[in-house]
């Protein structure tokens, strides 16, 4: 019996084609993370997107004053005094603005307010942000006075939100 071991040369190409698997490997994991985050941001990015929808919608519709809408051509501060609530307020007043930081922010508060949120009242009032960044909100009432309508371009889509919720008169 000889004793015989490996010679370099096939220590050499054994470490080298372990190497390639191990490569190849990592490479394989690395794209598999980077396909995960980019079908988790888009998930999240269509629930926010929906969520803001319901939300503004039911703000709209079931408004029982006089809406107010203010601000410039990109972006708009909307107040309503509403029936619906994020905090079991009844009859809470909410306002819709954009942040310098670009965020959507929907503020509710069981008492009339005016943004900007001073210190006096910030305890008072609830804030939720709606979307990361927004990159246009829109709030327009329609010709003739019976709908409202939203667009909302958000976190780098260009696909912009566009619904209509009626007008309800004050009764």
């Known amino acids: 019996m000889s004793k015989r071991g490996f010679t370099l040369i096939e220590m050499l190409i054994s470490i080298a084609v372990l190497m390639m698997v191990a490569g190849f490997f990592v490479f394989f994991i690395a794209d598999t993370k980077t396909k995960i985050n980019i079908q988790t941001n888009?998930?999240?990015?269509?629930?926010?997107?929906?969520?803001?929808k319901n939300i503004l919608y039911d703000d709209l519709a079931l408004a029982k004053d006089k809406i107010q809408i203010a601000g410039g051509n990109t972006y708009k501060i909307l107040y309503a005094q509403t029936d619906n609530s994020l905090y079991g307020i009844q009859r809470p007043f909410v306002a819709w603005a954009v942040l310098s930081d670009r965020r959507l922010v929907r503020y509710e508060s069981a008492y009339k307010f005016a943004l900007p949120i001073t210190t006096e009242n910030q305890n008072m009032i609830?804030?939720?942000?709606?979307?990361?960044?927004?990159?246009?909100?829109?709030?327009f009432q329609s010709k003739d006075n019976k709908n409202f309508g939203a667009f909302i371009e958000a976190n780098g889509d260009k696909e912009a939100v566009l619904l209509t919720a009626p007008s309800v008169k004050p009764q």
Request: hydrophobic residues 45%.
């Open 42 to 52: 888009t998930k999240e990015r269509l629930c926010e997107s929906a969520a803001t």
């Open 126 to 139: 609830f804030a939720h942000t709606v979307i990361k960044i927004c990159n246009k909100f829109v709030v």
